[in-house]
């Protein structure tokens, strides 16, 4: 047996009873291969000792983990999940709308595990080079599918119960977040070849309960040398999430390459407070600066709207 299944029941039952900490009781193994029989696969080992050691269905990211009756829906048709869901994990930050994939809802090799409101949802792939991984899909094409960077369905799940027991500020970033404390994340957002994983890093400091004052120091220096927009956009994020120093450092990514980075940080560097928005003289002249070198109208709409908020 994994011995996560057991820290994992212990970190069950270390919940505050707030929390409703209740999972259905666990499949058997008959049930499973039944399961698997009908559609010609066999389901992740960690998932499956998950749903014979643990439980199935119940608590859980967001509306809680499905049944074993809503694992297949339109995300998933009847007859495909012994075919192959085609996306490589970590390959690069997936961008823009689900439309520049190759395929379309279903998705096939997936069942769904959480059903996370509105059009999208957590997938467990079953079959394909992502087997054992869960990946975020909105099933309108919103966005491009995206995996979680845990490498299986216990570390996901037990990600999950770190979360909650160490009051991460929010769970509603779970699934572009990773475990891990601020010397473990830091050295991720650093020194990690995968984009995927840096970015992930980057938005774990966004509701980090306990990170230390020279984080923000850190974050700009990341900021400076990271090659990916998608990883300094979430860096940006990260900046401002640290509070009013944070939020000076900002005026960095002013020059950005990127126009959408550099109206990013124009906006981020105004404060929103119970008596208004609020921009502090030092970054209001440095908005003020740049707005009459900046060339991109979209961006000089961004930083006119930041000096208009206050």
């Known amino acids: 047996m994994d011995v996560r299944i057991t820290r994992i029941q212990t970190k069950l039952a270390a919940l505050p009873a707030t929390e409703k900490a209740v999972l259905g009781p666990p499949l058997t193994e008959a049930q499973i291969l039944d399961f698997e029989d009908s559609h010609g696969v066999r389901l992740p080992e960690e998932f499956r000792q998950f749903l014979t050691r643990i439980g199935h269905g119940g608590y859980g990211p967001t509306y809680g983990l499905l049944p074993m009756e809503r694992w297949l829906g339109r995300q998933t048709g009847m007859g495909q999940l012994a075919e192959s869901f085609p996306i490589v994990p970590d390959l690069d930050v997936p961008q823009g709308p689900a439309g ?23 997938l467990l792939v079953v079959t394909g080079p992502g087997r054992g991984r869960l990946v975020e899909v909105n099933d309108e094409g919103f966005f491009a599918p995206r995996f979680h960077t845990d490498s299986d369905f216990l570390s996901w799940y037990e990600r999950w119960l770190d979360f909650v027991l160490t009051g991460h500020r929010g769970l509603t970033r779970f699934a572009d977040q990773m475990s891990g404390n601020e010397a473990q994340l830091v050295a991720t957002l650093l020194d990690d070849e995968l984009p995927t994983r840096r970015r992930a890093a980057a938005y774990t400091f966004i509701t980090h309960p306990a990170l230390s004052i020279d984080l923000p120091g ?93």
């Open 100 to 122: 520049h994939c190759k395929f379309t809802v279903p998705f096939p090799g997936t069942i769904t595990v959480v059903y996370r409101g509105c059009s999208d949802f957590t």
């Open 218 to 310: 850190t974050l700009l220096q990341a900021l400076t040398t990271e090659t990916h927009p998608a990883v300094r956009e979430a860096i940006l994020r990260a900046l401002a999430a640290q509070g009013e120093h944070g939020r000076d450092l900002l005026a960095t990514a002013l020059t950005d390459p990127v126009p959408g980075i550099r109206s990013l940080a124009a906006i981020l560097m105004t404060t929103r407070t119970p008596q208004g928005w609020r921009l502090p003289a030092q970054r209001r002249e440095a908005l003020s600066q740049h707005l009459a070198d900046e060339t991109d109208d979209s961006v000089r709409d961004s930083i006119q709207r930041a000096l208009n908020l206050t």
